[in-house]
């Protein structure tokens, strides 16, 4: 389905997407990487939110995937 979308279709998707993500996060009291910064275990949401902004930073044109 994510491959068939538009470019402008896929960035408000992910925009989107991110923003539900830290809300949720907000809502049950944990803002990103506050857990990891107390010791607790982090949340899928949070590793989901560290896998996101990995994935970003490390952004390459010659990367295959892209």
Do not use: C, P, Y
Request: proline letters at 0%.
């Amino acid at each position: 389905m994510v491959n068939e979308l538009g470019d402008n279709e896929l960035a408000h998707l992910i925009v989107r997407g991110v923003r539900t993500v830290k809300r949720r996060l907000v809502r049950v009291g944990q803002g990103a990487g506050r857990s990891t910064r107390t010791g607790g275990r982090r949340s899928a949401l949070d590793r989901a939110l560290q896998e996101i902004a990995a994935e970003l930073s490390g952004f390459d044109e010659s990367d295959a995937d892209w």
